[in-house]
């Protein structure tokens, strides 16, 4: 009976769609955790994140964080993320100092085939001398298409290990490795085992849980249109974040082009 | 033997009716300088649009409506888009591929090419952006101008840019308000000997310079491979309103690079070394991925000042067109640059922006492979 089920959602699959949920980093994702999914139609992402203080990640400092985030996938395999991180409440304190900033890859190993997931390695580049953000992992994605709607899993595993660069030290290279529990940033991004899964009904509405490796979070995303998520989702039912992801196309043709082949048709 | 012969004329007469229709049509689809070389059963058109960035959507265009037009298909077009006022490349109709400039076609462009006359007055908005991210106090500092600028051919690839810059927001530095005078220069670009660039500007520049700047390069069009130097001196000035400040024109810069289209999904790899502003030593590795809609880059750099990474987009503004009339065009700029340096607090390998995009990221764009993506 068991075969039949799994293979029941095994030969339900059908030609996904381009999946635009994104995390609060921008990266193809649930809440906190990313996916190995990969938006190969719309290469360009903007994302807004606004993170309650306790559950931001810069552990030492618990004040409220935005998140603004760039992705551009270069190729079908190779991915770039830059975020800038906000935090009001400490840009009031220290009127200087350099913010965080975070930049890292993704690279798509393999594509999801009909019983082989897809699979994605992410890395940070190391030095940073407050590598609050740094998050390395190897994770898995596998979409179920059935007849009540989308069903996605995710597995993956974050490096415990952090690059620091030295204080001081002028050389790009002059790196010491340490982990992450062990640094006194207090910052442990995606250390460890985590996964997600999300359920989505309809084309444009869904709701996921993920247990990011430090907690376990819940949220709700819509589309309205295909460049628009939006979701809203809470850190142990105790505090509330949100994301707004706009996901853009990059293979139109300029306006008076397209406007001449509309009056053509 | 007669009937032979009134083939031969209608069909000579059908060539030219066509022809002086598809000029029309494209002067007023937004082309400018259209020249038509009629031949025997072919066709080279050459033309400027100034309002794409890439090529390949401008000979699509072109090739859209010259389409429409004719049942005369079996008539050969070539198309030979120019770039400021000069001829980059031939590309045949519908199959894009790229053809050597012949000696016949150079010479029916230089004698039927006004410079002046086959233009329209054409103002360009253009913003500039300079912006430091992650400061606490102020995560986004910005100085944000717009510039309206217009560019006059002089002469054969001689052309004079000019405009005013108004200032929008300034929270980076104290450049001041005041309106002013945008980047003005004298520019000449040129292709001597099939597939040797050139491209020389004397003036004001972006990013605070004036001075000379003289770049080469050798692309032949349809090949991965391509390379190029570019030297330059010059020096810091800033305009506050009618008020001038400068610094003596005595930085000089040296870079060569060379740049190789990897032929998957449309990236190149392009290697830069020599001594960049601020005299700062060292070498520069960019990834460039070319998209319809833009150009998305990534690199890494490592000088004497330091060391950084960042990234590069390029894109038009929308709409484009604004409002073209029969002799005045105003129009958002084709092609808005900016570059975001991971390190902002040292000028690593840093490059300044003359008024046209540098010789490598304007021929990135009509390399026969990314012409025949476009097309298609």
Redesign the interface.
Known sequence: MRSRILLFFLLSFLAFKSLAQVNIMGKPGYINTPSANWNTDR??GITFSHLPGDYSMFGNEKTDVNFYSFR?S???FFE?N?S?A??PA??EI????????Q?DFRFRLSKEREFLPAIVLGWT?P?SVAPYLTHDYLLATKNFKTNLGRLQLTVGFGSPYVFLKKTGSDS?FDLEIKKKSQVNLNAEYLSGFFSAISYSPVDFAGVMMEYDSNSLNGGIYIKPFNWLSLQAHTYEAKAWGFTAGLNL?????????RA??DR?D | MKTGWIKILLLFCSLQVFSQQLEDKLWQAGFENVLIQEQRDSLNVFFENREFRNPGHSIYFAELISGKETEINNTNITWLPLYHNKLVGAYEASSFQLTTISQQQREFFNRNNKPFKNYRFSFRLHPEVVSRFGYYSDPFETKFNMILDTRVYLAQGLSLQTGITIPIVNNLDNHGMKLRAAPTMLHYFTQPWNAHFFSFSAGTFYNDRYGFDLEYRYDQLDSSWSFGFAVGLTGFYRLYGLEYSSEPMDKLYGVVDVEWRTGIENTSLKLSAGQFLYEDRGARLDLIKQFPMAEIGLFAARTDIGTSGGFQFAFSLWPGKIIRGKKLELRTTEEFRWEYTYNNEDPVARQFRIGMPRLSDVLRNYNEAWIKQLGN
């Not at chain 1, 220290?94 to 900033?101: A, E, F, I, Q, S």
């Not at chain 1, 196309?249 to 082009?257: A, E, F, G, V």
């Open positions: 290469p360009l551009a270069l190729t079908s770039v830059l800038v906000h935090r400490k840009a220290d009127k200087l100092g350099v913010g965080d900033r930049l580049p030095g790009y196309s990059l293979s139109k043709s300029p306006k008076s082009l001449y082949e053509m």
